[in-house]
């Protein structure tokens, strides 16, 4: 069978500027990278702002498995779709971590015919701006202990510095480390630690801010620590979010590349969304809303995480509202969810694909909570079975959906002309309802307690006193009407990795609650995730390396 690698390398990719202007952006307005990538300029994002906006449809999935949704290859096939179609349509998504490259995931542009191109770079180090985010956390960080060492003016406790350094890969020897060590030259020693840059406040920030002035504002209002009186201490009162602003400077414009049959795509920033929000750049996303018909855009992970996030913290502060929702599965991960072993994946099931669909019907559902309306898109297999197909689609007719089988991994846009159909009858046939989950002005404590009873169907939250006090201070302090983002496991609705399908009547444990005040949320860490994850014990490093012409090989 052909591999995504060797079908992204036969692929005849068009000039930037071709796709470019495709999308109407002058030639005059790209920064480029090379033939295949550019930037486009912030003088141009600016004169967009009047323009209208056209529809967002926000694809999402299941629970993710060992044997894969799609999301990201759905993503960028209903988007070539569309455009097959006569639909003017741009893609918006992230840009992949080195720490999934290089870890279990591979990389992440799509897969089959249905790509963002070119691979190799995109995955890798793309236009730099993973290093921009990294650099500029990275120099608060410095900045911190250089302020302490030189007499510490702000009176900061070196107990209760919160800001954490950050690197772009998974090494959880970094979680947690000491600093300052081997005498008075090099500072004052003090517990510290890492987390993974797509984990990080800064990267929230990118993603989040609606231009430099707000990039830099919200910069300014990061939270570092607490001087020795109990008081707040900020990046701006450091006097570091001008140095910190002026390093994202060129990363905050967005990157322009194109799918393997020629659609323009905007993919730009990266936060995770088990553990961040999930979502590209505000920015990347109303500049194609701007330049297109319909925006096509993921989110994260699974809908219980990635989507929430994006309807719940980047819809309500960029004032989006969506026009549809498009929930990926497969035949395979609904085996998996109800019960069956990866080795027996190829074996007809059909009464395990039932027991799977608890999973799959409740993230409709949930969708149907913000009041979207809903399509199934149902990634097909080579093993898939007639039955189990029919299983999939029953089930989501008698939920009040549609289940589209969708073959773009196979046969690009044509292979996803039902769903872009499905879409477009969506996009017509509504007004749109959308509407966050809670309120603003809902308690913090109380925001965590509906998301994990509404979307994971727990039956409350594990909340320690000292957590609690720990809100009301957040409260008290005006951040009482941030949202929340969820850090947890992606595999379950529950914060137990190994509870598939559709548990309930669960608790949900908060070990920790962080206020991110750049970003403008508070994040509840719950269960036993963490912000710097590790490589497993065969990473996909291994297998990653250049072959004897220099091209590289193992990425996919």
């Given amino acids: 069978m052909t591999t995504d690698l060797e079908i992204a390398r036969a692929a005849k990719l068009r000039p930037i500027a071709e796709i470019a202007a495709r999308a109407g952006i002058p030639a005059d307005s790209l920064e480029p990278y090379g033939r295949f990538k550019a930037k486009v300029g912030m003088d141009f994002v600016r004169a967009q702002e009047s323009r209208p906006e056209g529809a967002l449809v926000l694809v999402t999935g299941i629970n993710p498995t060992a044997a894969g949704e799609g999301k990201t290859t759905t993503t960028i096939g209903l988007g070539d779709a569309l455009n097959a179609l006569g639909t003017r349509t741009m893609i918006a998504l992230r840009e992949p971590s080195l720490g999934p490259c290089f870890g279990v995931k591979g990389g992440a542009t799509g897969g089959g015919r249905a790509q963002v191109a070119p691979m190799e770079e995109i995955n ?26 030189w007499g510490n003016a702000l009176d900061l406790d070196a107990r209760r510095i919160a800001w954490r350094r950050a690197v772009d890969m998974n090494d959880r020897a970094l979680r947690l480390i000491n600093v300052g060590m081997g005498g008075v030259a090099n500072g004052f020693p003090r517990e510290d630690g890492f987390d993974i840059t797509v984990a990080s406040e800064v990267m ?50 967005p990157n322009l590349v194109q799918t393997l049959e020629g659609s323009p795509a905007l993919v730009h920033g990266g936060p995770f969304a088990n553990i961040a929000h999930g979502c590209n750049s505000v920015i990347a996303t109303r500049l194609a809303m701007r330049l297109a018909d319909v925006t096509v855009t993921e989110a994260g992970f699974g809908a219980d995480l990635g989507a929430e996030k994006f309807l719940d913290i980047k819809c309500r502060m960029a004032g989006l ?47 149907g909570k913000f009041g979207l309306p809903v399509v199934v898109a149902l990634n097909r297999f080579t093993g898939d079975t007639e039955a189990e197909i029919a299983a999939v689609q029953e089930a989501m007719t008698a939920a009040g959906t549609q289940a589209v089988l969708c073959t773009h991994w196979a046969d690009g846009a044509a292979g996803a002309a039902d769903l872009a159909r499905a879409v477009q009858a969506l996009i017509a046939g509504r007004t749109v309802r959308f509407r966050p989950l809670y309120p603003d002005d809902m308690p913090l404590a109380q925001k965590i307690e509906t998301i994990a009873r509404e979307v994971y169907r727990a039956a409350g939250i594990a909340l320690p006193p000292a957590l609690a006090t720990r809100l009301h201070r957040f409260e008290a302090a005006g951040y009482g009407r ?21 548990p309930s009547g669960h608790l949900l444990p908060v070990r920790e609650v962080r206020l991110s005040a750049g970003a403008g949320f508070v994040v509840a860490i719950c269960g036993d995730v963490m912000t710097m994850p590790g490589l497993p014990r065969h990473p996909a490093a291994e297998t990653i390396g250049l072959n004897a012409a220099g091209e590289i090989e193992g990425l996919f």
């Fill in 482 to 502: 941030a949202p929340v983002c969820i850090a947890k496991t992606q595999y379950s609705f529950s914060a137990d990795p190994t509870a598939l399908g559709a």
């Fill in 321 to 367: 509202a969506p026009s549809a929702c498009v929930v990926v599965a497969t035949v395979r991960a609904l085996k998996l969810q109800g019960g069956v072993a990866k080795s027996a994946l190829g074996t007809e099931d059909v009464a395990a694909v039932r027991r799977g669909l608890s999973n799959l019907s409740r993230h409709v559902e949930n969708m």
């Fill in 124 to 149: 890798l180090h793309f236009t730099g701006d993973f290093h921009a985010i990294t650099s500029a956390n990275n120099l608060l960080a410095a900045m911190i202990d250089n302020h302490v060492y």
């Fill in 204 to 253: 929230a920030i990118f993603c989040l801010a609606k231009d430099l002035a707000d990039l830099q504002s919200r910069l300014g209002r990061i939270i570092i620590g607490q001087s020795r009186d109990g008081r707040a201490v900020t990046a701006r009162e450091l006097k570091a979010d001008g140095a910190m602003a002026a390093l994202l400077r060129d990363a905050l414009a």
